[in-house]
């Protein structure tokens, strides 16, 4: 059953992509996933499995970094994707919010909001604005400050409110809990919930914190070295033993130590 919102329709579609970086380091090793509009896809895993990997090769922002898709494929509506640039992608729908926020911190957050309607122009932009001071009442409050001088949670909703002011249909959120305090991540992850309610907003985000990201999202992905190793609705994956032994710390027994997860490469039965 699909859960509101989210439709059968496949907005996004990456097919067995292997990723290169420096012509020799192999990161992704076949991922192939798909996110249908109107849903909160997650895609799951630990540091350095391959997230933010995945969410540049669909954004095109691989070059910069000496990496390539070398193999594999990604559309969008059914169109490859894979030669369009950064601003070609934005005005198709397609947006990355990066890992770490990346504000201008000189600008103050009104201004760093419109930088991202550089794509558009007209009387809309206010208008839309408005819309994304709806969502985070917090910039408006603070819309005149220096973004440099916000702190990390009012950086994040700058980082993704810029995202929103250029219209996007899907968004492409790079671990929008990190360092971040617990209630701040619950705020951030209900807008998100709102954006994808009401306003239809698709989103693929990648996290580390699988407790809220599943929580949130319709769907789960979940990355390990390079390969996805299990994937299915988030309400299944939050039930299933596995995740929640090795990725919610929880067990049969209770809660698990970090050193106790390090044995489960042994164990895991999708690798056996
Ligand atoms: N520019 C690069 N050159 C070489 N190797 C890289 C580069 N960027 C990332 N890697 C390597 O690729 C692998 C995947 O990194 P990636 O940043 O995609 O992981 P991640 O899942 O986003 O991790 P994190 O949760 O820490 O952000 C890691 O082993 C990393 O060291
Ligand atoms: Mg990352």
Not at 107 to 131: C, F, I, K, P
Not at 164 to 192: T, Y
């Amino acid at each position: 059953m699909l859960d509101a919102g989210r439709t059968e329709e496949t907005l996004l579609e990456v097919n067995n992509i292997e990723v290169i970086y420096n012509h020799v380091i192999l990161v992704l090793k076949g991922v192939s996933l798909s996110v249908p509009k109107g849903g909160i896809t997650a895609l799951l895993g630990g540091n350095g499995a391959g997230k933010t990997t995945t969410l540049k090769a669909i954004s095109n922002l691989l070059h910069s970094e000496r990496g390539e898709v070398t193999k594999g494929s990604i559309t969008y509506r059914n169109e490859p994707i894979a030669e369009l640039d950064p601003a070609a992608l934005v005005k198709k729908g397609v947006i990355q919010v990066m890992e770490g926020r990346h504000c201008f911190e000189h600008l103050t957050v009104e201004e760093n909001l419109l930088t991202g309607a550089y794509t558009r122009s007209g009387g809309q932009v206010s208008a839309d604005l408005e819309m994304v001071y709806t969502y985070f009442p917090r910039l408006k409050e603070r819309r005149k400050s220096q973004a440099g001088y916000t702190s990390g949670g009012e950086q994040q909703m700058v980082a993704i409110g810029r995202a929103l002011m250029s219209k996007p249909e899907c968004i492409l959120l790079d671990e929008p809990s990190m360092g971040l305090a617990p209630q701040l991540v619950e705020e951030i992850f209900g807008i998100v919930k709102d954006l994808n309610e009401k306003e239809g907003a698709t989103f693929l985000l990648a996290e580390q914190n699988t407790n809220v990201a599943l929580r949130f999202a319709h769907y789960g992905y979940i990355l390990e070295s390079g390969r996805v190793v299990m994937d299915g609705p988030a309400a299944e994956l939050r039930e299933n033993p596995d995740v929640k032994e090795f990725y919610l710390g929880m067990s049969e027994e209770g809660r698990k130590s970090f050193r106790d997860v390090r044995s489960y490469r042994r164990r895991k039965r999708w690798l056996s």
